[in-house]
Nanobody, 125 residues
Framework: QVQLVESGGGSVQAGGSLRLSCAAS????????VGWFRQAPGKEREGVAA????????FYADSVKGRFTISRYNAENTVYLQMNSLKPEDTAMYYC??????????????????WGQGTQVTVSS
């Protein structure tokens, strides 16, 4: 089992920044991707960023490329999502997930077995 705990959400004005944290514990060696997903009311869950923990390669959805950065701090088993130049359309519940998806599904919720409880991000215009 892997436990994931997110933190760092909040409310910010458009153009502002937030940093989300995902602290992992348990059998983390059973996973090789950590992803950040978001879901706005009435919309499907969307993958925004993922990191391949074996080598640190990162991947982003087009909607956040150049604005969001996913990174990891191995010593504390923590993955971060730095979000800059936030827009109102970034408003959503953000979830951290871990698993072993295929490369093609690295930004899809399929293949991610473990999920955190979510943290709300609200961006006002």
């Amino acid at each position: 089992q892997v436990q994931l705990v997110e933190s760092g959400g909040g409310s910010v004005q458009a153009g502002g920044s937030l940093r989300l944290s995902c602290a992992a514990s348990g059998y983390t060696y059973s996973t090789n991707y950590v992803g950040w997903f978001r879901q706005a009311p009435g919309k499907e869950r969307e993958g925004v960023a993922a990191i391949y923990t074996d080598n640190g390669n990162t991947f982003y959805a087009d909607s956040v490329k150049g604005r969001f950065t996913i990174s990891r701090y191995n010593a504390e088993n923590t993955v971060y999502l730095q979000m800059n130049s936030l827009k109102p359309e970034d408003t959503a519940m953000y979830y951290c997930a871990a698993g072993k998806p295929t490369w093609f599904r690295r930004l899809s919720s399929v293949g991610y077995n473990y999920w955190g409880q979510g943290t709300q991000v609200t961006v006002s215009s």
